[in-house]
């Protein structure tokens, strides 16, 4: 095995995959998770005590409420210069996407230079603090369409951090479309 490890478990492998296998590297690269180890189970389980003491559970339920009436309003409504493009808010509790659609009139006002917006509003959204995740191309079959962006606080955010949250998003979007006017 080399540096003294010792096998933990077994793995099912078809005759064809192992004569690959020896056939290129000789290496199967992979992990899991969930190890089954001791201190593994000892820290989940501490995390479920977690969450259930300080009830998180019911705090995702109602901050994710709250993210979602914010977002919606600051993204979707009247006056929001993000409106025309915020396509759909979606999610539950702590998890949340918001996609944004540039197949519409207003886009004739940006020119995003080839660059995807939902990794440009990830840069700008670091820069203002709020780590979020972006994604493109998840809109259509074809993975041509669709700029996504994913939420996911921590279960333990607060009504005011939930606001904070809102606040530096909002603004990110709206800088970035603002730099892209033409």
């Known amino acids: 095995m080399g540096f003294g490890y010792a096998p933990i478990g077994a793995v099912l492998v078809s005759k ?3 004569a690959g296998l020896r056939g290129a590297s000789g290496l199967w690269k992979h992990g899991h ?6 201190l593994a189970c000892a820290a989940s389980l501490a ?5 259930t003491s300080e009830n998180l559970l019911e705090n995702c339920r109602t901050q994710g409420a709250y993210l979602e009436k914010l977002l919606k309003a600051r993204l979707q409504g009247p006056n929001s210069p993000a409106a025309p493009f915020t396509f ?12 944004f659609d540039f197949d519409c009139p207003e886009a004739a006002t940006l020119d995003l230079r080839g660059q995807a917006f939902a990794l440009l509003l990830q840069a700008r959204a670091l820069e203002n603090g709020l780590v979020v995740m972006g994604f493109t191309g998840s809109a259509s079959l074809d ?31 709206e800088g970035v479309l603002d730099a892209h006017r033409v």
């Open 143 to 173: 993975g041509t369409k669709g700029d996504v962006i994913v939420l996911a606080p921590a279960y333990n955010i607060t009504s005011e951090e939930v606001e904070k949250l809102v606040e530096i998003f909002g603004d990110s979007v």
């Open 16 to 18: 064809r995959i192992v």
């Open 47 to 51: 995390v479920q005590k977690v969450i």
């Open 88 to 99: 759909d808010i979606r999610g539950g509790g702590g998890f949340w996407g918001v996609e």
């Open 33 to 38: 998770t969930y190890q089954a180890n001791p």
